[in-house]
T-cell receptor, first 113, second 115 residues
């Protein structure tokens, strides 16, 4: 069975500071990993994904994520947070042989001016 | 707008009634997924279609739930004899098969409230 853990329910950061949203996963074999963002009363918006190759993945709106196989982690990062980044962030994993995404419980990011 | 669309966006119903939701995927996407998201949780997989074939179903999809994609384009998700526990956001996603790591693109969701 595959699973995702997002250990922080909420992350608070000041505007302009770097941010990190943590994600660890469990899956058989090599994973596909994804980050999505959800704004209030909206669906999920794709940010970035890791498929293979370079462990540092760059995505939309200045976000990036680092795949660490030994630590089974895929933390989301951004060098300088914006107030508009405040939203709910979901990490998801997919086994290479499967089709379904398994999501973590989500982390609420609050960026204060 | 060429994204995934879902209708209705909100549905309030009484316990025991049947409800049906519609999803229109991105036009060239032949894979379609349904997920359910309850308050404070991440989405949970319900079922998956490739073209008109329903290839995978979660054990979350009880016999009161049925999904169809009759012509391989839009899909419907029906819940019969709704229960208060069915209250959730129902999300649809679509994707185009890739050799490696296709991306699922989500619609805005249908929020269901069962009274």
């Amino acid at each position: 069975a595959q699973s995702v853990a997002q250990p922080e329910d909420q992350v608070n950061v000041a505007e302009g500071n770097p941010l990190t949203v943590k994600c660890t996963y469990s899956v058989s074999g090599n994973p596909y990993l994804f980050w999505y963002v959800q704004y209030p009363n909206r669906g999920l918006q794709f940010l970035l994904k890791y498929i293979t190759g370079d462990n540092l993945v760059k995505g939309s709106y200045g976000f990036e994520a680092e795949f660490n196989k030994s630590q089974t982690s895929f933390h989301l990062k951004k060098p300088s947070a914006l107030v508009s980044d405040s939203a709910l962030y979901f990490c998801a994993v997919r086994a290479r042989a499967g089709n379904m995404l398994t999501f973590g419980g989500g982390t609420r990011l609050m960026v204060k001016p | 707008d060429t994204g995934v669309s879902q209708d209705p966006r909100h549905k309030i119903t009484k316990r025991g009634q049947n409800v049906t939701f519609r999803c229109d995927p991105i036009s060239e996407h032949n894979r379609l997924y349904w997920y359910r998201q309850t308050l404070g949780q991440g989405p949970e997989f319900l079922t998956y279609f490739q073209n008109e074939a329903q290839l995978e179903k979660s054990r979350l999809l009880s016999d009161r739930f049925s999904a169809e994609r009759p012509k391989g384009s839009f899909s419907t998700l029906e819940i019969q004899r709704t229960e208060q526990g069915d209250s959730a956001m129902y999300l649809c996603a679509s994707s185009l098969p890739r050799r490696l790591g296709e991306t699922q693109y989500f619609g805005p969701g249908t929020r269901l409230l069962v009274l």
